[in-house]
Every structure is written in C-alpha cells, then in structure tokens.
C-alpha cells in the first residue's frame, strides 16, 4: 500500500521512489528555521535535490529539504533523554545535571526547560540562573539583557555594545559600501574613457567631476595599480581628483607615487598636491627609508625628499649620506681545503656563500640636504655637517658623531 507523501511547501516535487521500505534509527528532525517533526526519519541522497524524508505516526511522509534540517537526533537519545526525566523528579540538582546532559546532546529546548524547572524548584541556584541569562542586581535576580539596557547599552549584531560603538560600526559598513560602489562606477568610467568616441568623452568629463571623498580608494587603486595600460592624461587626472580631496585616503596613494613612480611629470605632480595636503604625512612616510637594507629605497626617498624639503629633517638626512648595505653572494667557485674532526683533510669543491659589505654615497640625500642648507656643501662629510648643525644651534664644536 502506498503512503500519503507532503512535500514542504515552496520546494517542488521529489523524484524519488515513495514504496514502503526500511527507514532509519532517527526519531526527530529539528528545522534551521524553528519547529520539530518526530517519527522514523531517512535521509535521501541519491535525489537530484537530497532531501530528509519523514514518517509519521500517522502513515503520512513529509519531504523535507537537506537545506531546511538543522540535525536529527536519534531514537536512542530521546530514549535515554526520557528515562532521565522521569527519575528526575521534583530534585533540582537531577534537573540540573540532566539539563547539562541535554547541552552535551544539543537538546535545547530539553536544556531550557529543566533548567527553568531548576530555578522554579531553587530560586537562588547560582548556576542555573546564570545559564538563563540571569545576574544578581540589589539582592535580586533579573535577565542580563535588562541590566545592559540599564547601562545604556544596546543588543546589535548579537553582542551588546554603547550606543556609540554601534553608530561608528554602522558608519563603517556604510562606508565600506560605498567605496565598492564607487570602485565599479570609477573601472566602469574609467573602461569607457579609454574606449574613445562620444561616450568616452561623456566618461572623462565624468570623471572629472568626481569630488566624493569616498572615491579616493578607487582612484589611488587606478593610480597605482593601472600604471601600464592608462595614458598619462588619465593618470595625471587621478593624481589632480587625490590632490582635491585631502583625505587620508587621498594622500596615501600620492605618497606611493612619489616614491615609486617611473613618469617624472606625473611624480612631479604628486609632490605638488602634497605640498598642498599631506606633506608631513609624505616626509614621515619616507624618513625610515633613509635606513633601508635596500638601497634603491634609499635613494628613492632621498629624492622624493629634495621636494619636500624642511629644515626639522636635516640630521636624518645626514645620516643617510653614505649607507652600509650587505649583499649575500653565490657559493664561489673552485677547491678548499677542509679537515675532518678525525683530523683528516680532504679537497671539497665549493665554499660558504660571501657577504660583501659596502658603503654607499646617496646623491639624491645630498641633494636634498643642499636644498636646505644651500649656503655650505660638505659633501659626504657626515661629522663635517653635524659640526656645522652642533654651531649653528649651540656654537659647539666637538664630535657630535652618532652611533647608528
């Protein structure tokens, strides 16, 4: 005979064949979405949408989506669940282990209800009310939730937090949505301007009447990333869109290009807008890199920092003049000699790698020192121009030599 079959609603017809057959050793399918069915319960996985079929009591089987089962539990749980509460009784402390146990066999709403049973039975048990949620306030219990409101916080994103808090993580998330709207909308101009014709020309102008402080991440994305497949024109009108905005965000980008950048006239118009806006930010970005292992990034900085030139830098930049860099080379090639710790010798081919250590002279640092001080030149004589700073400040003229 066959049985009646009910498919949840919203989820279409199921394929599989609905004979009467063996069926498994779960007694309950709890839903994601709240709700419980209880009777004998198979899962079908060889449909072409798997799905938890469900027999119950009354010869009717309901078809339920995968998707829509938070788990099963088995017969033998609830079996065992049931004999616990019967030996429970009116004994708090059997209701409170019992509820513990359901906690261990993710019986929830099983776990709710002893624990509410423990505190009808002991008010003033400890450890059930704190696992209801509940806090002692002036010699009373009330919800935790209630003792937060009455701090003035608010429950947002699970989690309780000052109304403050929730305000900036809300102006975040907005923001974050923002500026990936605005990095579609500038690829999507962008893209467009390139293609040329009327269209493009609509997208350029578009784009140069972007004032949104928000579009300061795509633009500095195009800028720095896209260097290769944009024309000059569109990359200088990126550097000038950063230049108007004066944000952090705006600035970030114009200090990479200072440095970094291969086209003069766009580097150039960087350090413009940075005098502008940004300057300190730039000089502080690019200080540290005086002390660089790699010296390209010295002398990279050095000569971002002749644009950028304020008398507060000049003993960092003479202690960039000549810079100590080590290179690790390659094995060198040949025969050594080596002894054994037997006290034999033997030739072996080869030898450990050679560090080279050399003093490098930085003219891009020099130069930036004379477009401060333009009245000397001691040239790569560091002691010669700490001398000069120590009179200039305190007439002292002894050795002013600083350990680096």
Known sequence: MRKILLVLAGWGAVTASLSAGPLGAA??????HGGQLDGT?????????????????????????????RRTVESETLAEYRKFAAAAGDDPERHFLLAKWCTKQQLEPQRDYHMQRVIALAPEHEQARAALGFVRRRGDWIPYGEQQRDRGMVLSAGRWQLPEAVAIDKQRDETEVTVKRWKKEVARLRSQALRGGDKGAEAFQALRGLQDPYAAMAIGEELIQNRKSQPQSLRLLWVELLGAMRTQAAVEPLVQIGLNEPDPVIRERAYEKLETYGKQAAIYSYLPLLKSPNNA?????????????????????????????TKTGGTPPGMSLGFGQGGGGGLSMGGKPKKETRQVRNPPVLAALKAIVPEVDYQYDEEAWRRHFAAEMTHYAGNLRRDR
Request: no cysteine.
């Open 41 to 69: 319960v198979r899962k079908v996985e060889e449909a072409k949408r798997p799905f938890a079929l469900v027999e119950l009591p009354e010869g009717i089987r309901i078809a339920i989506p995968q998707g829509q089962v």
């Open 27 to 32: 007694d309950r399918v709890e839903l994601i």
């Open 297 to 325: 990034e010295v002398q990279a900085a050095g000569r971002a920092l002749i644009e950028l030139n304020t008398p507060e830098i000049k003993l960092p930049l003479v202690d960039g003049l000549v810079t100590t860099h």
